[in-house]
């Protein structure tokens, strides 16, 4: 969110000062996301695993809003967790057309009725769409 302060004359004047804020959709997909329950709905549907800081059904509401990433991750270049290699948070090709803007490749493979989650799993941000077929297909084998 940005806030620049842009006095006019006239408002000085008054005694006021326009201060205009950009939200973007966030706050009304939040709006919509709280009124239908759907926090509710995945905690009691999708068991989480205690061990866990986030809950599942916190981190697929994360996932169902927009995410962007900007700025530096020194720490993010791919390290080694638990014997996996983490994602890298790196420039790739938005499809919101933002280059400015860092990115990570999230994969989620659904059943053929589009109601079940079959599959997932997260890959570098520059990774692109048409390779990750392979290792979907032989996921699912």
Not at 101 to 120: E, N, R, W, Y
């Amino acid at each position: 969110m940005s806030r620049s302060q842009a006095p006019t004359s006239t408002s000085e004047e008054a005694g006021f000062t326009l201060h205009t804020e950009r939200l973007g959709p966030l706050p009304l997909i939040n709006h919509f996301i709280e009124r239908i329950g759907l926090h509710d709905t995945l905690s009691r549907h999708v068991p989480s695993d205690s061990r866990c800081t986030i809950t599942h059904a916190s981190a697929l509401g994360v996932l169902l809003r927009s995410i962007s990433f900007c700025g530096s991750y020194r720490s993010a270049q791919g390290r080694q967790i638990r014997k996996r290699t983490a994602p890298l948070i790196t420039d790739g090709h938005s499809k919101a057309h933002r280059p400015d803007l860092k990115q990570l490749l999230f994969i989620l493979t659904m059943s053929a009725d589009g109601h079940v989650p079959v599959a997932c799993r997260c890959a570098d941000g520059s990774t692109s769409d048409s390779v990750t077929h392979v290792q979907t297909g032989n996921t699912l084998k």
